[in-house]
């Protein structure tokens, strides 16, 4: 059940407060409460799961959050003035909305879920976005700990996300994404809604566990796709020389031409490369001992 915002307004709070953004955070603060709030319906229905949002900055898309029914929200926020700001939310919400001064790439969320399900809504920080989210596609066990992930990123960056082999914006995000999730883009937010405004459109994207993706280590598909895509324009069997080894008998084992280029490979296709490298890897430590 959604509600009123009794607080003051954000401006009020960032001139309360002295929040000016700050670059070096990659702090762009959104606003416009209708435009939150259409955020955290995105989620989906809230009122049984544990929200975790990265950089909530002032707390607008937190209130959003709470006041859509969110039945508790983990904040995580590396500010401490925006921490200062965001007690006063927490103080009007009693026991739903949990404050954690310190870096979303270290901290350990799933702690944080009071054996509940959880999902993520946030507007996150340019600077570091994606390497938050490869970090939850990496998650192990999976499926996850999370059940869906509603992420706003520059307009760039989720056309990788949902981009399809062959076209100019697939690559390694495309192939992670790809291989663990489901992912779409529900609407766009013009720079005009943040303070100050970025030069760049920014996108709302929403992405699900896949429940059964391929069998694969993680940490060896990022690699993969990393030495690919790193020279794009060349034919696998040169891009990926810098993995070491047998180039062609890698390739040659995955099932793939030595003569392809990484935008025509399939997420299946990167799949078995990666599976091929550690098969590849095993066989040496074995003839090593």
Known sequence: MSEDDPLPPLRDVIRAHG??????????????????????????????????????????????????????????????????????????????????EGDALSVDMAAHLDGRPGTIVANLPYNVGTALLVGWLETEPWPPWWQSLTLMFQKEVAERL????GSAAYGRLSVLTGWRAEARILFDISPKAFTPPPKVVSAVVHLTPRAEPLACHGPTLSRVTAAAFGQRRKMLRQSLKSLGGDTLALIESAGLEPTARAETVS???????????????AGSDVRSD
């Open 19 to 100: 929040l000016s953004a700050r670059k070096s955070l990659g702090q762009n603060f959104l606003l416009d409460l209708n435009l939150t709030r259409r955020i955290a319906r995105a989620g989906g229905d809230l009122s049984a799961a544990t929200v975790v949002e990265v950089g909530p900055g002032p707390g607008g898309l937190t209130r959003a959050l709470l006041m859509e029914g969110a039945r508790k929200v983990v904040a995580i926020e590396r500010d401490r003035r925006c921490v200062e700001a965001l007690q006063d939310v927490a103080a009007h919400y009693p026991g739903r909305l949990e404050i954690i």
């Open 162 to 165: 949902i981009a399809k082999p």
């Open 267 to 281: 997420v299946e296709g990167f799949v078995a490369l990666a599976r091929a490298l550690d098969q590849t890897r």
